[in-house]
């Protein structure tokens, strides 16, 4: 699966951005998908996950309860609503799809960037103070 992650610009703290990740192929729903960031020179952070179905869903702890992540299977799309951004967001986001077996739950997502198979260009959110 090929991934292209778009949306990323730059806003104002308290403003907000919504990330979009197409893929292409016909079996994006049979993998998880994620969201990374990496900032100006730090390293790569777990954002956040979600499951094939999207019925389930997993944040990391300094974005949670500002950060949405959703996908739209029908569209082969995954999307990460950013509310009140803060300059500390700033970062390049990469996505990310990690392929699950088929016996495996539906509610299967992971953090862990290792077992994720395929990654999109990245995405450059700047967010000024």
């Known amino acids: 699966v090929q991934l292209q992650a778009s949306g990323g610009g730059l806003v104002q703290a308290g403003e907000s951005l919504r990330l979009s990740c197409a893929a292409s192929?016909?079996?994006?729903?049979?993998?998880?998908l994620g969201w990374f960031r990496r900032p100006p020179g730090g390293d790569r952070e777990f954002v956040a996950a979600?499951?094939?179905?999207?019925?389930?869903?997993y944040y990391g702890d300094s974005i949670k309860g500002r950060f949405t992540i959703s996908r739209d299977n029908a569209k082969n799309t995954m999307y990460l609503q950013m509310n009140t951004l803060k300059p500390e967001d700033t970062a390049v986001y990469f996505c990310?799809?990690?392929?699950?077996?088929?016996?495996?739950?539906?509610?299967?997502?992971?953090?862990?960037?290792?077992?994720?198979?395929?990654w999109g260009q990245g995405t450059l959110v700047t967010v000024s103070s």
């Open positions: 979600i499951s094939r179905s999207g019925g389930s869903t």
């Open positions: 192929g016909r079996t994006f729903s049979s993998y998880a």
């Open positions: 990310a799809a990690a392929a699950v077996p088929i016996v495996w739950p539906n509610t299967w997502y992971t953090s862990d960037a290792s077992k994720y198979n395929y």
